[in-house]
């Protein structure tokens, strides 16, 4: 008994819409309320990045530092801790603003990624085989521990991978869903799933045909990395584009 | 929900354990009582024909490892022993037994011989204090003699004193445990006898295998395969020696559970975009959904006393936590209160479920997954497992006695066995990696 892949479709439209309308899924951040006054001095906030020239496609890591701070976020990353560091992958020159707030101020520091375009424009080897386009130009997206959310700056990259596919109307694919090593078999399957199933959707609500994707989780059966550290579970927590069905 | 400590009424009377351990679980099958001291004497061997040294070696083996991993006796020391053992009721003088420094309460003992290719065993349990009549039980086997019947007798005699002795309750000598190895080169079905014994090869799709559980009439396995179709629920005839059509579905479908009547089973599918758990008449047909949420559902384990609830795992409000329900649906209840708590599997008598937990989850925690039983009505808990290491995938024995799991304790991922107050740790496996065990009923 297989239900229509129409129907289903419909559903996970719809369904996608409903989250992005009710935002579900956000974790409260839990905030100590100060003792009254004195108030406390106002924030004070750093931002860099490095290296703040890339090439389309590499990463830069943002580092940021702030103190006295209440609430700090990033422009496009949201909500951050008071302090810390996170690869980006800007698919153009960006502008990262962070803001950092208490009661008594609002101090705000940037950091600009320029981005060289591709040298010579990367479209379209046409004598390359599509499968080996399809390997050069599908860029994987990356989660975080335990979530299938696909965060704000892997949306841009799963825009330019919409614009390859729509470039290429004739590629069907498969995405694979993959967890670290943490956690446990059955629930990694799913979750590697549902990572997969939220790539998918994404794709979708850009405009690529459902009927051209294929998804299957392989939880922590496959991984990309096998050391047991946190930058190679982040390399195994992804959704991960593969030529053909 | 805390940390406590269970006292009951125990089956077997009013005895309490003077242990050490601050917690204990009452189990409903004899843990905990004061354990039986018995005597288990090499068998005398009769006729030396061919290779019954050896025979014999592996029944007494067999034997002796079978009653001290039962968890009711406190086997006496051979040295202890008078130095010509009984073959036979004659050869008995109680005193030699049940005075110090054997003091034995139970004595099992006998003899045993290969004749035309046939070995023969006698086998009694005598109640040494008893000296009017001391014979509780009296047994004889007759098998083709090679090295599996000698240990199938040995399962059978220990499951026959386990039996009476241990409140009723049948041994578990003879069953075997289904589990996933990957030392062919990919996972696949594999089973072994509860020992650890007789390890063998059951699927062979050269594919990835994961959560096998077993029929409770011990002839089919349920898994999840990843085939041509994706994750689907397979089914493996172990009457046939193949797998047998089962229904396919689109979306990820996997860890299935079944009910104790082995009419229906359970399981995840994502065929509606999220994972969810369903379950089907285990001879096929429609799914009936269950849960409905966008975080996953896995891994159903059904209270096998009543048949009328299920416990699963659900990441509905972030990390896995431990839920039940009733069989239809309704009445979703979460049983655990923080970290990463997976793999529930539920008592045979209905009141315990055992479950992987990573209490203190989080960057800092020590974050390792230990073993939790949990008495259901009460939701206290108890850890088990606390040699570190991620242990997972708790089965229960269908003595309700014993539970085996997996655990990278020593490297690599191996099953251990122990009984289920945590004590009495085995390790089963050392080949591959090892994992996800089901044991099953025959």
Redesign the interface.
Known sequence: MKLSRAKWFGLIVALAAALAVSGCGKKKVATATPPPPPPPPAPTATLTANPNTINAGQSSTLIWSTTNATDVSIDTLGKVGPSGTVQVVPSESTTYRLVAKNQSGTQEATARVTVNPPSAPAPLKSNAGDAELFMDNMKDVFFDYDSYDIGGRYTAVLQEDARFLQAHPSISFTIEGHCDERGSIEYNIALGDNRALAAKQALVSMGISANRIKTISYGKEKPFCTESTEACWQQNRRAHFVYGQ | MKRFAIFTVLILGSFTLSASAQDWIRTGTGLGVEKIRLAVPDFKVNASEGNTQSLAMTFDQTLWNDLEMAGIFDMVGKSFYPMAPPGTPQDVRLKDWNQPPPNASMLAFGNLGVQGGYLNVQGWLFDVKNEQSPQVLGKQYHEEANDANARLIAHRFADEIIFRLGGGVPGIAESKIYYISNRSGH?EVWQMDYDGANQKQITHNGS?A??PHVSPDGSRIAY?G?TKD??QIQMWSLVLGRNVSF??????N??PGWSSDGRTLAF?S??????DLYSIDSSGG?PHRLTND?G????PSWNPKTNAQIAF?S?RT???QIYTMASDGTNVVRVTDQG?A??PSWSPNGQFLVF?WVRHYGPGAPGASDIYLMDVASRQWVQLTHDGGHN??PSWAPDGRHIVYQSNRSGRTQLYLMLADGTQNKKLTTSGEN??PNWGNK
């Open positions: 996972k990835i994961l959560s999840a990843v994706g994750w229904p396919r579905f689109n979306g990820t996997q860890s995840s994502s065929w509606s975009g999220h994972s429609v966008r996953p559902d896995v891994s795992v990441g972030g990390l896995p990463y997976v793999s992987a997972d995938f994992s996800q």
